[in-house]
């Protein structure tokens, strides 16, 4: 399984989807860029998910807050006192790491056995354990844990002093917090409606790591849905069970990957009622992909409470009197890298022997990658059969530039046409078109099917009304 990573992560290098940031320079740990495949994978998933939490939904509506907002935010939200990770050091090989991720694995079956002193209710108390137990780098003595504080911080203006500072925001979601009432004032939402953002999000993981799955830098897409109280249970129940469907028909993940798991009430965060996650069964393990939380009414009455300004809602009178309330909030929050990481795992597919000819005859593997057509990077790849006939390779440019104002494109004319059908179907290219002899007689082309390889001839003058249908439906 292990392995499946690795080769996923050589994948997403060799064909251009992530990079380890800053490589030229020795990299820096848990950042990552994201090549042209990638930023058009994450764009695809972006818009899906806009498509469908906020331009599907009358309620919903988006927004786009600043990275960098006032430090007071962070106050009121709890985060500068509560956002925080258990980090203990190894006195002997100074490796750092996650105290509660240390005492978790010893949770797994046969971990305990091997430590032995410990039952499942001395496990609830990490500061109790962490002295018990050694370094898993090089066994050495482990510090105790203390709190660790993940924002990044940093200075507005020339001058670093205790009032310039302020953090990179940790999480999307106050700053449509503290837009509430703007949103409330200009448009005509009213409860239950929701506010949607997508953007970076910052934190300085103690121990970043799983490739792409828990990183420093990430983007979030968030929506907070403000409910009456008392109607916030329904809500949540609601959501859990949307946010289930939409990757598995809309993304079109494998249900058998996907499982809800509810927090226990020691994991809950600190602004959260109650908790689910949406997990996806990675090669190492089933891990969060989304969190969907009860938030109540903590966040709006902090920020009521610390900026001095009403944020209560004034809802319809009922029984001739006024209602006014601070609005429960519920939160579906997911993540792209996350996501994408989950969708490549998911589609990544080898073929022992091959399926080509070419293939068959090295005893290769091919790769394919079974991404679903709205998620597929590119969606048409323009092929002339061959590359030292001029005719054939101009019509084959006029092709590949009557598709690019409608399609995802690719041109590529270099190697054979086995080896440049294995290229495509290693990025989950939806389509090859190819031009061969015949296309310059017949002003027509094959159209290839990436999962199939089924192919079918269509004339040029109609690629594009066939190719919109094929991708749209
Ligand atoms: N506003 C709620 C919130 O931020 P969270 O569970 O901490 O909740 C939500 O984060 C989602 O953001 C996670 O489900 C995950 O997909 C993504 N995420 C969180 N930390 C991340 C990290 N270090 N790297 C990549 N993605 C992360």
Not at 202 to 208: A, D, L, S
Not at 418 to 429: I, K, P, S, V
Not at 439 to 456: C, F, G, P, V
């Amino acid at each position: 399984m292990a392995n499946t990573l690795e080769k996923i992560i050589s994948l997403s290098k060799r064909r251009g989807f992530i990079f380890p940031s800053s490589d030229i320079y020795g990299g820096i740990g848990g950042f990552y860029d994201f090549g042209p495949l990638g930023v058009e994978m994450k764009n695809n998933i972006k818009r899906i998910w806009w498509k469908n939490v906020v331009q599907q939904r009358k309620e919903v509506v988006g927004l786009d807050s600043s990275i960098i907002m006032n430090s007071k935010i962070w106050e009121a939200s709890g985060h500068t006192q509560h956002f925080t990770d258990p980090l203990c050091e190894c006195k002997k090989c100074h490796k750092r790491f996650r105290a509660d991720h240390l005492v978790e694995k010893l949770k797994t079956p046969g971990k305990l056995d091997e430590h032995g002193t410990f039952n499942q209710e001395e496990l609830k108390d990490i500061a109790k354990v962490i002295p018990k137990i050694k370094c898993p780098e090089c066994g050495g003595e482990l510090t105790p844990p203390r709190q660790f504080n993940l924002m990044f911080k940093t200075f507005i203006g020339p001058v670093e002093e205790e009032t310039a500072k302020t953090y990179l925001r940790p999480e999307t979601a106050q700053g449509i917090f503290v837009n509430y009432k703007n949103i409330l004032d200009t448009q005509r939402v009213k409860v239950p409606f929701g506010i949607a953002q997508v953007g970076k999000a910052f934190r300085n993981e103690i121990t970043p790591g799983n490739f792409i799955f828990r990183t420093r830098e990430f983007e979030q897409m968030e929506l907070e849905y403000f409910v009456k109280p008392g109607e916030d249970e329904k809500s949540f129940d609601y959501w859990v069970k949307e946010r289930m469907r939409w990757y598995i028909e809309d993304l079109a993940i494998t249900e058998e990957k996907l499982r809800i798991r509810p927090h226990r009430k020691d994991e809950l965060a600190h602004y959260a009622k109650s908790c689910v996650d949406i997990e996806y069964k990675f090669p190492f393990g089933w891990s969060e992909i989304e969190g969907i939380a009860n938030r109540t009414d903590f966040d709006l009455k902090q920020h009521q409470e610390n900026s001095g300004v009403d944020l209560r809602y004034f809802d319809e009178p009922s029984a001739g009197r006024k209602q006014y309330y601070i609005p429960y909030v519920i939160e579906p929050s997911c993540g792209v890298e996350r996501i994408m990481f989950a969708l490549l795992c998911d589609a990544y597919q080898e073929i022992k022997g091959g399926r080509t000819e070419t293939t068959k005859a090295a005893k290769e593997v091919e790769i394919l990658l079974k991404l679903d057509k709205k998620l597929a990077p590119i969606k048409v790849a323009v092929l002339p059969l061959v590359k030292n006939k001029p005719e054939l390779v101009k019509k084959a440019k006029e092709v590949f530039e009557l598709l690019k104002p409608y399609f995802m494109c690719q041109y590529d004319e270099v190697g054979s046409i086995g080896r440049r059908y294995r290229r495509q179907d290693e990025t989950g290219t939806v389509f090859c078109l190819t031009l061969d002899f015949e296309s310059l007689e017949q002003n027509d082309l094959t159209i290839r099917y990436r999962d199939t390889m089924k192919q079918e001839r269509v004339k040029i003058k109609d690629l594009i009304k066939v190719l919109k249908e094929k991708l749209e439906n």
